[in-house]
C-alpha cells in the first residue's frame, strides 16, 4: 500500500459529511449575524426608556410636591396680610384680609421662587387661594424629545388669630 492509500480512509462518505456540516452550518451564519447586535441595540433602548421613566418620573413627582409647597407658602404669606382697621374696630373687630396686600404679598412670593409662576390668585375677605405653574427640566427622557414637563399645584389658606380652642393653663 502507498502512501496517499493509508491517509485515504476506507469510507469516503465522512468527508461529504463534514463538509455539508459545514456548508449547512456557514449558511446559518450567515442568515444569524447581527441578531445579537439587534438584540442587544433593543435592550439598551428600553433600559434607557425605563431608567428615563424612572429619573425624570421622579422628578416630576418632587417638581410636583415642590408646586404644592411654593402654593402653600404663598397663600400662608398672603394670609398674614391683615386689614388692621377692621381688627382694631371698635365693636369687637372682625379678621379680614386686606385682599389687594394678600395679593401683593403671594405673589411676591411665588416671584421669589426660581422656576415658578403665578397661574391665579383668588382672594376673599376669610381666604386666600393660590394656583402656581412650574418647569422641570428632563435628564433622560429629553434624548426622546422631552425636554420640560409642567406641573402645577395650588392651596388655600386662612388668616387665624388668638386661641381657637382650649384654655391656657
Not at 429619573?55 to 410636591?65: E, Q, Y
Not at 412650574?134 to 414637563?149: C, E, P
Request: proline residues 4%; charged residues 20%.
Amino acid at each position: 500500500m502507498t502512501r496517499a492509500a493509508r491517509r485515504q480512509p476506507a469510507f469516503s462518505a465522512q468527508p461529504r459529511l463534514r463538509l455539508r456540516l459545514r456548508l449547512l452550518l456557514r449558511g446559518r451564519r450567515a442568515t444569524e449575524r447581527g441578531a445579537s447586535t439587534i438584540f442587544v441595540i433593543g435592550m439598551v433602548a428600553v433600559l434607557f426608556a425605563v431608567a428615563g421613566l424612572a429619573i425624570d418620573g421622579g422628578r416630576v413627582l418632587n417638581g410636583k410636591d415642590r408646586a404644592y409647597d411654593v402654593a402653600e407658602q404663598a397663600a400662608r404669606a398672603g394670609a398674614n396680610q391683615l386689614d388692621i382697621a377692621a381688627v382694631r374696630s371698635a365693636g369687637g373687630g372682625q379678621v379680614r384680609l386686606d385682599e389687594t396686600a394678600a395679593r401683593n404679598a403671594a405673589a411676591a412670593f411665588v416671584a421669589s421662587v426660581p422656576g415658578y409662576s403665578v397661574e391665579g390668585i383668588a382672594t376673599s375677605p376669610t381666604q386666600v387661594t393660590v394656583r402656581v405653574r412650574g418647569t422641570v427640566n428632563s435628564v433622560l427622557l429629553s434624548l426622546a424629545g422631552f425636554s420640560t414637563f409642567t406641573v402645577r399645584g395650588d392651596a388655600t389658606a386662612s388668616p387665624v388669630t388668638g386661641i381657637t380652642s382650649g384654655a391656657i393653663p
